[in-house]
């Protein structure tokens, strides 16, 4: 989905919630509703939260933030409704909260993940899942062990266009895929993570402490606060943000896990103040299905090449292009008269009249017929982050993990951590080891 359709579907999403909050409590007993704690309350997850206000089955009762105008802002879309606490462990220890969604910065991911299954609660995680590879193992067997539901928030493989994707490639239409590539471009500020900062951000609004938490201590920082993403401390940049997406629907479209090595180049060319991941990377992912992808992301234009995927077979290719995809055949035949030409003449003749070349290489013998041009699909009506959301809380009644569980999100996030573990060590391949489900040590 492109920029001005997601704000589209934003803005008529929240003028939704509000309507629908209203009415909520009539008709759905409050014993059969599943209730939520929101742990970071900033700009997507109170995307997430219009979503669920959307569905009358769900009811938000707890929001922690480090940021206090964000919790209140939240709250207030609950129709004022849920508490605020100013530490989440309030939300795990509330015997009355059943479900919880984080949206925190990439590095408290595994340890909140991990303290709310154990505390009994049903998780939906933002993506990227984790920090670094090895938290992956271990949040899988903590949800293994607890017995609880997870799910990861990369929603696109949610949506219906994704769907009919992986349907006809499971169908072999597209033949024999081999090559992958898929980008995401942007060329403004907020596009590179420079977010407008609140006035009021300051160390009496924000609890600094709350947010370091586990990572490296540092002087309070409105930027680092609410730029979180441009640092290496708390997140891994452009590889765990916008490649986990295109990562994650790779592997749902493909039915594909982990590749077998990847290689990764990143720089710092534009973007250099109030950051130190890189505006440009570049990766090669190589399966052991026997494909290739080409990741490639760059902040500085986006105007060459609109962001999307191509998925190229032998027998046609699949385009994806915002809320749209489409089949294009390759209809291909041989033409190989610009060398046969360059032969003795009589040998051009004979090859000519060889009834299977023709048959092959002149299209004034072949028998009438149409070939297909070109197939597509749009996407209408409710978009993929309410169906995503919907279908973990659908997970939770049936207590049945959904596709994207735990064990699929640690394979998408450790796609972007191997891309910067090649970065950060000069380009190095990184391969996979598939018996460890871990990086090759």
């Known amino acids: 989905m492109n920029r001005r359709e997601f704000m589209k579907r934003s803005t008529a ?74 530490d989440y462990k309030e939300i795990l220890a509330d015997s009355q909260v059943d479900t919880v969604l984080i949206g925190t910065p990439d590095h408290w991911h595994k340890t909140m993940v991990v303290e709310s299954v154990e505390a009994g609660k049903d998780v939906y995680c933002e993506k990227p899942l984790t920090y670094s590879v090895d938290e992956g193992l271990e949040i899988v067997d903590a949800v293994k062990r607890t017995n609880r539901i997870l799910q990861v928030g990369s929603q696109g493989m949610s949506s219906p266009t994704q769907e009919q994707a992986r349907k006809i490639v499971q169908e072999g239409k597209l033949g024999k895929v081999t090559m992958i590539r898929a980008s995401y471009n942007r060329n403004t500020a907020s596009g590179a993570w420079i977010y407008p900062i609140p006035p009021d951000a300051s160390e009496k609004t924000i609890d600094w402490q709350a947010f370091l938490g586990p990572a490296p201590d540092h002087p309070f920082s409105r930027e680092r606060f609410f730029r979180w993403r441009c640092y290496w401390d708390y997140s891994g940049g452009i590889s765990t943000d916008l490649f986990v997406h295109l990562v994650t629907t790779i592997h749902f479209v493909m039915n594909a896990t982990m590749p077998k090595t990847v290689i990764g180049s990143g720089e710092l060319y534009r973007w250099t103040e109030s950051r130190d991941v890189p505006d440009t990377v570049n990766a090669i992912l190589i399966y052991p299905e026997n494909f290739t992808v080409n990741l490639s992301s760059t902040f500085n234009n986006q105007s060459s090449s609109e962001s999307g995927f191509e998925i190229l077979g032998t027998e046609g290719s699949l385009v994806f292009r915002g809320g749209e995809i489409r089949y294009l055949p390759e209809n291909n035949y041989e033409d190989n008269r610009w060398v046969v030409r360059s032969w003795p003449e009589e040998l051009e003749k004979a090859y000519y009249n060889d009834p299977q070349v023709q048959q092959q290489e002149s299209p004034w013998t072949w028998e009438p017929q149409v070939k297909t041009s070109l197939n597509s699909w749009e996407e209408w009506g409710q978009d993929a982050t309410f169906i995503h959301a919907r279908r973990f809380f659908d997970a939770v009644r049936s207590r049945k993990q959904p596709v994207q569980d735990a064990r699929f999100g640690h394979h998408a996030a450790s796609c972007a951590h191997m891309i910067n573990m090649s970065i950060r060590d000069g380009g190095r391949p990184v391969e996979w080891d598939f018996n460890r489900d871990n990086v090759k040590a």
């Open 13 to 86: 999403m929240g003028v939704s919630a509000g309507m629908m909050s209203s009415v909520r409590s009539s008709r759905v007993p409050p014993s059969d509703r599943i209730t939520v704690g929101i742990i970071g309350s900033g700009a997507r997850a109170q995307q997430l939260m219009d979503a669920m206000a959307l569905m009358p089955d769900v009811e938000m009762v707890a929001v922690s933030d480090a940021y206090q105008g964000r919790a209140e802002r939240a709250r207030a879309r609950t129709g004022g409704r849920a508490k605020i606490v100013k």
